[in-house]
């Protein structure tokens, strides 16, 4: 993170305080009704229309291993029957570790995928740059994809994706969300990074700052 993102959260705290609160309640009704919402199928209409997968890629285990909720986002990959599919995610573990990308490939193998189906992206580290790399990737004219996330994670792609121009359908991975103390904890989290992003994007908006919003559109 750099002195730009160290000084948006940063804004981002002190909105928080000065609203008691009620601006990360706001960012947390928007991610619930999001996730709560969203659908884990494509409708016929857009299932005829899409030629691409996107999976996004989720930080591995400590020992390397694929999370569950990494293995919840290929399994839906698995049953929406299009091919081929692409594993954005880059090396969140340090150079010891298989890429994100590199560890679904290798799941997805197992399951009896064909390996030229699958593609892998391995240099993005972050949500922002996952979808900036897929802006770059895209040829307008003929991929058409659909992206595979976590319910809890879809409100802040979503919101993402628009600012960078994406505006491609999402399936949830789960089928409902998944209610457990962790799910809360990553619900309140996505909100905490929304409401951060906003702060940035307005403060930059208000500042004119040019850098910070080519970062994020």
């Known amino acids: 993170m ?7 959260l940063l804004i981002s705290s002190v909105i928080i305080v ?9 960012s947390l009704i928007h991610v619930l009704r999001t996730a709560w919402l969203a659908s ?6 857009q299932d005829k229309d899409r030629s691409l997968i996107v999976v996004l890629g989720v930080c591995l285990n400590a ?27 880059g090396a969140t573990r340090g150079p ?23 593609l892998c992206e391995d240099v993005s580290r972050s949500t922002l740059e996952n979808l900036t790399y897929l802006r ?3 040829d307008p004219g003929t991929d058409r994809p659909v992206m595979i996330t976590n319910r809890y994670h879809i ?22 969300i998944p209610w457990s103390v962790s799910q809360c904890g990553k619900l309140v989290l996505e909100a905490a990074y929304i409401h ?19 970062r994020i559109s």
């Not at 884990?40 to 209409?45: A, K, Q, R, T, V």
């Not at 020992?63 to 091919?83: H, K, Q, S």
């Not at 298989?98 to 189906?117: I, M, V, Y």
Request: hydrophobic share 40%; net charge positive; proline share 5%.
């Open 2 to 8: 750099g002195p730009d993102g160290l000084a948006m």
């Open 18 to 26: 000065l609203t008691g609160g009620l601006s990360l309640l706001a």
């Open 40 to 45: 884990s199928n494509l409708s016929s209409s």
């Open 63 to 89: 020992d390397g291993g694929l999370p569950d909720d990494y293995i919840l986002r290929l399994r839906r990959a698995i049953t929406l029957n299009m091919r081929p599919i692409l594993i954005l995610g």
């Open 96 to 118: 010891h570790f298989p890429t994100e990308s590199q560890a679904g490939r290798d799941w997805l193998l197992t399951q009896d995928l064909p390996a030229d189906t699958i």
């Open 136 to 138: 770059s990737a895209l």
């Open 155 to 176: 409100a802040r792609l979503k919101i993402m994706a628009r600012g960078l121009g994406l505006h491609h359908p999402v399936c949830a991975a789960e089928t409902s």
């Open 196 to 214: 951060w992003y906003y702060s940035g994007y307005w403060t930059a908006r208000l500042l004119r700052h040019k850098g910070m919003l080519a």
